[in-house]
C-alpha cells in the first residue's frame, strides 16, 4: 500500500509540474526597453495570461508610434509584428529572469530599417 501510495504521489507531482500553462505565468505583466540600429527609441508591451503581446514602439528620430502585436510561447520565445499597417518584425526571446532581447525590423517608413532591442519586466 505504500509502494502504491508513493507511486500515486510521484505521477501526480509530475503531471502537476509539466503543464505549459504554468511558465506562461513567469512573463504576464508590462515589459519596456529601448531598440537600437537604423532608428532607435523606446518600447513596451503587455503580455496576458494567454501569450498574447501588444503594445508600441516608440521612434526618437521621426517622433512616430509604431503597434506591436503577436504572441509569446511558454518558454519565452516572442513572435510579434510591428508596424500599422504590419510591415516589420519584432522578435526575441523573454526569460524568466525578467529581461529580454532580440531583433526588429521595419519596412516603413522607407528606407527599411532594423536593429536590436533588450528590457525587462516591470
Known amino acids: ?4 501510495f508513493l507511486l500515486f504521489l510521484m505521477t501526480f507531482l509530475f503531471i502537476g509540474c509539466s ?3 504554468d511558465t506562461i505565468y513567469d512573463y504576464v505583466g508590462t515589459w519596456s526597453g529601448s531598440y537600437e ?3 532607435k527609441g523606446v518600447w513596451n508591451f503587455v503580455v496576458d495570461t494567454e501569450g498574447k503581446v501588444s503594445g508600441t514602439m516608440h521612434s526618437d528620430l521621426n517622433n ?3 503597434v506591436i502585436s503577436g504572441n509569446l510561447s511558454p518558454s519565452g520565445d516572442l513572435n510579434a509584428v510591428v ?6 518584425d519584432f522578435r526575441g526571446t523573454l526569460s524568466t ?3 529580454g ?9 522607407n528606407p527599411a530599417k532594423a536593429g536590436t532591442w533588450k528590457g ?3
Request: net charge positive; charged share 40%; aromatic share 8%.
Open 1 to 4: 500500500m505504500k509502494k502504491f
Open 19 to 21: 503543464s505549459e500553462d
Open 37 to 39: 540600429g537604423s532608428d
Open 64 to 66: 512616430e508610434n509604431y
Open 83 to 88: 508596424g500599422l499597417p504590419s510591415k516589420g
Open 97 to 99: 529572469d525578467k529581461k
Open 101 to 109: 532581447n532580440g531583433n526588429w525590423s521595419n519596412s516603413l517608413p
Open 120 to 122: 525587462d519586466k516591470k
